[in-house]
């Protein structure tokens, strides 16, 4: 594998967030190793001290000379967060690789999964390495997930109707995995339970919405997958309907999938040409434990309806924060060139 060019400079901000961990060991095994990685967050975050590289690195703040000098930023924290140091990122001439999603509106910005683009083009075009700039958007690992079945089953005259998917509370960061161990405990003691992240019981339950007090709300976590995917797809592929609910698993979505098909024989083909890992028949299917570390969705056999004709379901997992983190990699690697 080769290596970056001496002397990149690259910065994570958000970097003490779920994404931003995972963002950090994604990119020490890629290409991008043996960059200078320079660690940012929020206030309440600067002075923390981790590693990088096997170094030690302390997590700065942001000020006017964060950005001075670095080829790629990437946004792994709040969406409000990024929307507030967006422009002194582009100001410094970096180029910006957005997880957060606060980004996703802005004029310009281009939606990309590298790992699709021999089965379907992006939504903009690519002129080889870019030099300096712009905006790139790394889907979330719902949609990147529609997206590549979608795409896959395009290329075989099928199409994916619908998929649910499962969310998992690290989608709320640190604060909504604590939330869920510390109500399982409780309630698994028969004590009163906190809710202030979530604002309902999300331990033992499903959940279609949040309860009002919430500062999130399920359904823009809905609109925005219903977004992105149309965004990438439309003229492209069929589009599919999506959804999602919350369950009470602290990490991976698990998804099934409704897809009218003519024939399986292509099957497996077109989805790992769309970069989709699809179990053999002597292995277990996944679920959200198994496919931890998984860099793509786990998909296992699919089965015929028994009412459908051509109607086939297919369910799957993947890890929420490595999917992410290793398509907003892909995105700098194919941006820095073979």
Known sequence: MSRAEPGLRIAITGATSLRGKELKEAIESSRLAAAELRLLDEEIAAGTLTEAGDEPVVVEGVDENSFDGTRFVFFSGSASFTSRHADAALAAGATLIDMSGGLAARPGARPWIPALDSVIVPPFRTNGAARSGGIYLSPSAPAQTAISLAAALRRIDARLVSIMFLQPVSERGQAGIDELESQTVKLLSFQPIAQEIFDAQVAFNLMDRYGPESQDRLSTVRDALARDVAQYLKGRAPLPAVTLLQVPVFYSHGFMAYAEIRSADRLAESLAAAGLKFVAE??????????????????????????????????????????AAANAVAIAENLLGS
């Open 282 to 323: 002597t292995e277990a299917a996944p679920t959200s434990v198994s496919v931890a570390g998984e860099p793509r969705p786990v998909l296992g056999r699919p089965e015929q309806d028994l009412n459908a004709e051509r109607g086939w379901w297919f369910w799957g997992a993947a890890d929420n924060l490595r999917v």
